[in-house]
């Protein structure tokens, strides 16, 4: 696969299971990679993350605010010219229709939403002809059988109707946009709310009852979100857009 020289990347949600994982595989592809992150202070910007790979640097991001997601394109284009996006960066909450609370309601949809939209809208302006996005969707927009998954699915949902429309809107400029949908992906210990959705009390029966509905019988790895990110991001996916590539074990389409 093939990259344009000097180009940066930025990787929301960098410093998590997947987010970590691009961020290795880009780096050993040439980029310099910007590992964008709630959890990274401030007094970190631009400090190279060598414990992850090289070529990696840390950024402070809060993607609910617009002067944060400003700052850290900023910081990337400390590093080079931007050729790509990932918005990895989620939040999951669980909750069935009578449990559902507003807060809930709102946060997903600012972080799952809303701030991919702030990534994008602050990140474009400085991306070249030839230049990709990549939004980490979820299985979960495509299935209805999780249990109190409901508002998260939906805004992962919202996410890639978003993807099919800012595709239309930037391929005149030479920019794709396309989704990445990963199926179950093996993080330990789960969080309560995978937890609740995988209609499990511990990690074991979770993991039990998600093999069930998985036709390749396996939960998937974090390192193998990277790959497929990588071919989005680069010329061998130069005329793919406006797509969404399942990496599930065949959960959707079987």
């Known amino acids: 696969m093939t990259k344009p020289d000097g180009s940066v990347v930025i990787v929301t949600g960098g410093t998590g299971g997947i987010g970590t994982e691009i961020c290795k595989r880009l780096s050993a592809d040439g980029y310099a990679v910007v590992a964008a992150d709630v959890a990274i202070s401030p007094a970190r910007n631009g400090e190279p993350l060598t414990d992850v790979a090289p070529r990696v640097h840390a950024c402070a991001i809060d993607i609910r605010d617009q ?59 400085h991306m070249r002809p030839g230049g990709a996005i990549v939004n980490i969707s979820s299985v979960t927009a495509s299935i209805g059988r999780l249990r109190g998954g409901g508002i998260y699915g939906a805004s992962k949902a919202g996410m890639e109707t978003f993807t099919r429309y800012l595709a239309h809107e930037l391929a005149p400029m030479g920019i794709r946009v396309n989704a990445l949908a990963p199926g179950f992906i093996e993080v330990l210990p789960m969080s309560a709310s995978m937890r609740f959705i995988a209609s499990g009390d511990t990690d074991e029966e979770a993991i039990a009852w998600l093999l069930q509905h998985i036709p390749m019988k396996r939960m998937g790895q974090a390192v193998e979100m990277a790959g497929p990110t990588a071919f989005l991001l680069s010329s061998d996916a130069s005329y793919i857009t406006s797509q969404v590539l399942h990496a599930d074990g065949g959960v959707v389409g079987i």
């Open 67 to 125: 002067k944060s997601v400003e700052e850290c394109v900023d910081v990337a284009r400390g590093f080079g010219s931007i050729h790509g996006v990932v918005n990895c960066a989620g939040l999951l909450r669980h909750g069935q229709i009578d449990e559902i609370t507003e807060e809930a309601m709102e946060t997903v949809w600012d972080v799952n939403v809303a701030g991919m939209i702030r990534v994008c809208r602050a990140a474009v302006p």
